[in-house]
């Protein structure tokens, strides 16, 4: 099923049911899709959400919406320079024009255990992280457990930067 809600409060109401995954530019969405690492019962699509798409100032505050796509985020005047250097440096080009703020937030580890379908490792309920033994570059493994994997997100560290 593929909804399309109007409003938060539908989008909402929507994703805490059993099976349901919001769907923002949906590339992570569809990469665990296609390698049957999730297989939702419905997709809840955040496009038609009014405000999610905006960059907008109250009271001395830069709201950013989730639908804000990188691209977006990186050529916006009124963005710090740290978020927007966080958003021009993610991917390719033609990720950045569809990549959202709420998916590169959101967006599960890129670890080769956890995006193996047939792996069942500490991140999918299972009993162990074998990066920490294994294959572990480009994780952090220092001192690190029970899970050695980082977070995707470019512009998380940024907005932790900006507070």
């Known amino acids: 099923t593929y909804l399309l809600p109007a409003t938060l409060g539908e989008a909402s109401t929507e994703a805490a049911r059993k099976g349901a995954v919001l769907r923002a530019g949906g590339l992570d969405l569809i990469d665990m899709m296609k390698s ?12 038609a959400v009014p405000g999610l798409r905006d960059v907008v100032e109250r009271d001395g505050t830069l709201h950013v919406g989730a639908l804000v796509t990188l691209a977006e985020l990186a050529a916006h005047p009124r963005i710090p320079t740290a978020l927007a250097q966080a958003a021009e440096d993610a991917a390719t080009p033609q990720i950045r024009n569809v990549a959202t703020l709420g998916g590169n937030l959101c967006q599960r580890p890129r670890c080769w255990y956890f995006r193996d379908k047939d792996t069942h490792c ?27 994997i980082v977070h995707p997100s470019n512009a998380a560290t940024a907005l932790v930067a900006l507070d």
């Not at 049957?36 to 496009?47: D, G, K, S, T």
């Open 36 to 47: 049957h690492l999730i297989e939702p019962e419905r997709l809840v699509n955040l496009a």
């Open 122 to 148: 500490l991140r999918k309920g299972g009993t162990h992280c074998f990066a920490i033994a294994g294959d572990n570059r480009y994780h952090a493994v220092f001192d690190n457990s029970p899970c050695c």
